[in-house]
Every structure is written in structure tokens, then in C-alpha cells.
């Protein structure tokens, strides 16, 4: 079929090089800087910001914030609306209404999380530039060249609407590209940090050669570490599904045995995304400030017992709460029984919920043990060996799992397409030779 594998491949590479393209504009914005700024004085303070929103804005936007670029908010302006929404959607009726109209209500729900995400972009942007202003860098120099309202104004207007740009970015990445946008976004960001990361390894490796044992032991784990993420992120719990005799418009199906697969981890990334964003914000006023007269405070930094302690029931929580916004065990168990489907031993309707809410909260609970450990465990060992870990828990989560969606989503897409050719083969082959003789 050497024909509909061509059309199959021009659409697949179509939408491989949008993604490619807009990743790239993404990488070039975070290059272009807020007038305003001593470039060698913000770099310096960067370098010392080891833990905070700042990090956590710097590591999302792939190094934005070093830079003070018109990207440094990236995404996080819409991540932190997106927790808003969708706490308030269990205590708002009207939200939780909307989330139950199908497609229409979640648009709905967009546009309120769009709207707020520049509400906050705006603030973010305020609050980053007041806190340079009042900042100096390790050599008492002053990072902002000329401050005042009108340096506040104009960062806040170029950052507000870079984040905006990235959002919309995202989305058409989600739209015509492959996987989705924003946690796209996130992972290049992220993965840009690799070079420099292998680079700190090399560099401990040259100046004190007893720490080549330690630099191997730093890469095993971290590949331990992917095969664990890729193991969980994969697993899932098959439900026997059984379907009776039923009669389908003037045909009689026969009885059928299929299974209903559950994932172990369905909260994904965003559990730790969520719980990370919270706890970082503590730690941003340490990073403006003094934590030496606040011990309490000063626990609240990343590597800290009470920071990981806050961490790991922040990580169950969101685990719960998204699991329960993704699956809907009443509505899976009614959609069951108007198809003459049931899980064998089991009622449908209401058993069949109950039977599926102790699964989900069973793989719930397994899924937040793994996503917590993950993410603590090798912060426990870069303080226990008083060694920096330079690729995080949450990192790896975040690059291992968009990087898979989007492996799937490819397969899916291969899939499409190719039933998309057996179903209208003379359609796919028109098109297949109209690219030829364009070619030619």
C-alpha cells in the first residue's frame, strides 16, 4: 500500500513540523529580553535563586526568567488559573454545572480560565518586576537600570502579553500539531536545561576526579529513575467488561467479553505541577528575603524535611481531586448499563459505581505513592549526600510522561490515517497524486 502510506506520512510530517516550528519560535522568545535590565547583574542573581517561584517560573519557561524575557511568566499564568478553576468548580454549583454540560460547558470553562490567566499574568508580571527593582545582585549592583513606575508598567504589559502569546501558542500546538500545547511547552522548557545539566556533571567530574563514582552513580539513577516513570506511566488496571446479547438496529450482536482499562496514575504531571507551583510560593519571599529569623520558613525550601513532608500530602490530595475530575464512576457505570454491559459479580448502576470508585481509589492511592516518591526521594538523597541533584522528581515526571502522550498520540494518528485510507482509498490516492504532481 505504498500509496496510502505516502499520504499517511505527508499528514503525520505536516503536523511533526508545525510542532517542531512552534517550539522553536518558543525557544527564540525566551532570548528577547525587557528593556531595562543588566543583563551580567540578573544573571548573577539568578544563579543564586536555588528554590522558589522564581525557579520554578525560570525551569517552566526554559530559562526565561535568567534572562527576564518577554516569555519569563510562560505557562504559569494559566497553570495557576487552571488550579483556581478547578478547585472552584467543587464549590461553585454554576462551574460544576458547566463541567457537566459536555463540550459546550468546558468551552465555557476555557474561556474563564483564559480570562483569569491574564489577570494573573498581569499581577506575576508586577510582583516579578517590584521584586528586582528592590533587589541587588551578589555585588551590591542594582539589577534594574532605571526603576519606577514606568519600568513596573512597561514589564507588566510585554510579559502579560508574552504569556498570553505562549498560551495561544499551546493551543495551536494542541490543535495542529501533536500532543498537547502547553505541556509541550513545559517539556522544551525543561529539556533545555539538559546541556547545561550534563555540563555541571562534566565540569564536577574535571575539577576532582574521586567524583567520576559519584557522577556515574548520579546518570544510573536518573535512568532507574525512566524506567520507573515509563514502567507506571503505562500501567493500567484491566476491569472485565461483559457485554450481553443486543440487539443493534436490525442486527443481533452476540455476547462479548472485553476489559475497561484504568489507569494507575490518572492524574498524570499535573499532581506534581500543582503541588510544586503552591509550596514554591513560600519560598519565593525567602528568596527576596531572610529566612535566618524565621527557622519555619527556611524549612520550606526544597531538600527541607518540611517542605517535602507539605509536598507529599499536597501530591495526595491533587492525585485525588484529579482523578475524580477525570473519571466519573456514575457516569461510566449509567453508560455501561444503557449498553447491556456489566462487570461480572457486580449490579449495574449503582454497584457498578461503587465497584469502580474502591478500584480508582485503590490505583489512586498506589499512583500518589509512586508520584511522591519520584519526587522526593532524590531530594532525600541530594541532602543526605550534600550532592545538588541537577534533573528533579518532578522534572523527569514531566518530560517522561508529555514525552510518551506524544509518542501515543503519534501511534494514534498513524492509526487514523491508515483506516482513513481503507475507508476512502481513491480519495486518499487523489491526494496522494496531487502532492506528486505538485512535487514535479
Same mark, same amino acid.
Given at each position: 500500500m505504498p500509496q496510502g502510506s505516502g499520504w499517511t506520512e505527508n499528514v503525520l510530517v505536516k503536523r511533526l513540523l508545525f510542532t517542531?516550528? &512552534? +517550539?522553536?519560535?518558543?525557544?527564540?522568545?525566551?532570548?528577547?529580553?525587557?528593556?531595562?535590565?543588566? #543583563?551580567?547583574?540578573? #544573571?548573577?542573581? &539568578?544563579?543564586?535563586?536555588? #528554590?522558589?517561584? +522564581? !525557579?520554578?517560573?525560570?525551569?517552566?519557561?526554559?530559562?526565561?526568567?535568567?534572562?527576564?524575557?518577554? =516569555?519569563?511568566?510562560a505557562v504559569m499564568p494559566y497553570i495557576s488559573a487552571s488550579i483556581i478553576i478547578q478547585l472552584m468548580t467543587v464549590v461553585v454549583p454554576s462551574l460544576e454545572q458547566m463541567q457537566k454540560e459536555g463540550g459546550v460547558g468546558r468551552q !465555557?470553562?476555557?474561556?474563564?480560565?483564559?480570562?483569569?490567566? *491574564?489577570?494573573l499574568a498581569l499581577v506575576q508580571a508586577y510582583l516579578l518586576s517590584a521584586g528586582l527593582e528592590a533587589s541587588r545582585g551578589p555585588n551590591g549592583g542594582m539589577i534594574v537600570l532605571d526603576p519606577?513606575?514606568? =519600568?513596573?508598567?512597561?514589564?507588566? *504589559? +510585554?510579559? #502579560? $502579553?508574552g504569556s498570553c502569546f505562549v498560551m495561544w501558542l499551546g493551543e495551536q500546538i494542541t490543535d495542529k500539531g501533536i500532543g498537547n500545547g502547553i505541556s509541550l511547552l513545559i517539556f522544551a522548557g525543561i529539556v533545555a536545561y539538559l546541556? %547545561?545539566? /550534563?555540563?555541571?556533571?562534566?565540569?564536577? @567530574?574535571?575539577?576532582? %576526579?574521586?567524583a567520576l563514582l559519584g557522577a556515574l552513580g548520579i546518570v544510573a539513577f536518573a535512568l532507574l529513575l525512566v524506567f520507573a516513570v515509563t514502567?507506571?506511566?503505562? %500501567?493500567?488496571?484491566? @476491569?472485565?467488561?461483559?457485554? /450481553?446479547?443486543?440487539? @443493534?438496529? !436490525?442486527? @443481533?450482536?452476540?455476547?462479548?467479553?472485553?476489559?475497561?482499562?484504568? !489507569?494507575?496514575?490518572?492524574?498524570?504531571?499535573?499532581?506534581?505541577?500543582? &503541588?510544586?507551583?503552591?509550596? $514554591? *510560593?513560600? $519560598?519565593?519571599? +525567602?528568596?527576596f528575603g531572610s529566612a535566618a529569623g524565621n527557622v519555619w520558613l527556611a524549612d520550606f525550601l526544597p531538600g527541607h524535611w518540611l517542605y517535602n513532608a507539605v509536598f507529599v500530602v499536597l501530591g495526595m490530595f491533587f492525585s485525588f481531586f484529579y482523578a475524580s475530575i477525570v473519571f466519573k464512576s456514575d457516569d461510566v457505570a449509567e453508560n455501561l448499563k444503557k449498553q447491556n454491559a456489566y462487570i461480572p459479580g457486580v449490579r449495574p448502576g449503582s454497584e457498578t459505581a461503587e465497584a469502580l470508585d474502591t478500584v480508582v481509589t485503590r490505583l489512586t492511592f498506589a499512583g500518589a505513592i509512586y508520584m511522591n516518591l519520584i519526587v522526593v526521594v532524590p531530594s532525600l538523597i541530594g541532602s543526605a549526600f550534600s550532592q545538588q541533584m541537577t534533573f528533579g522528581g518532578t522534572s523527569l515526571l514531566i518530560v517522561v510522561g508529555v514525552g510518551l502522550e506524544a509518542i501515543r498520540q503519534v501511534r494514534a494518528q498513524l492509526a487514523t490515517q491508515k483506516y482513513d485510507f481503507l475507508i476512502f482509498p481513491s480519495q486518499s490516492r487523489d491526494t496522494t497524486t496531487a502532492n506528486n504532481d505538485t512535487r514535479l
Open positions: 517542531l516550528l &512552534a +517550539l522553536l519560535v518558543f525557544r527564540f522568545g525566551v532570548h528577547i529580553p525587557v528593556p531595562g535590565i543588566d #543583563a551580567k547583574e540578573l #544573571a548573577l542573581f &539568578a544563579s543564586q535563586q536555588g #528554590a522558589g517561584l +522564581l !525557579k520554578i517560573f525560570n525551569m517552566f519557561s526554559g530559562g526565561a526568567l535568567s534572562h527576564f524575557s518577554i =516569555f519569563s511568566l !465555557k470553562i476555557t474561556r474563564i480560565t483564559r480570562s483569569l490567566s *491574564v489577570l519606577g513606575l514606568s =519600568f513596573r508598567l512597561m514589564s507588566c *504589559v +510585554l510579559m #502579560a $502579553a546541556p %547545561s545539566s /550534563a555540563n555541571t556533571i562534566i565540569e564536577m @567530574v574535571k575539577q576532582n %576526579s574521586g514502567f507506571f506511566e503505562q %500501567s493500567y488496571r484491566k @476491569v472485565p467488561i461483559h457485554y /450481553a446479547k443486543r440487539l @443493534v438496529g !436490525k442486527r @443481533v450482536m452476540s455476547a462479548q467479553a472485553t476489559h475497561l482499562p484504568l !489507569k494507575v496514575n490518572m492524574a498524570g504531571i499535573m499532581a506534581a505541577i500543582f &503541588a510544586s507551583t503552591i509550596l $514554591a *510560593v513560600p $519560598a519565593t519571599f +525567602l528568596s
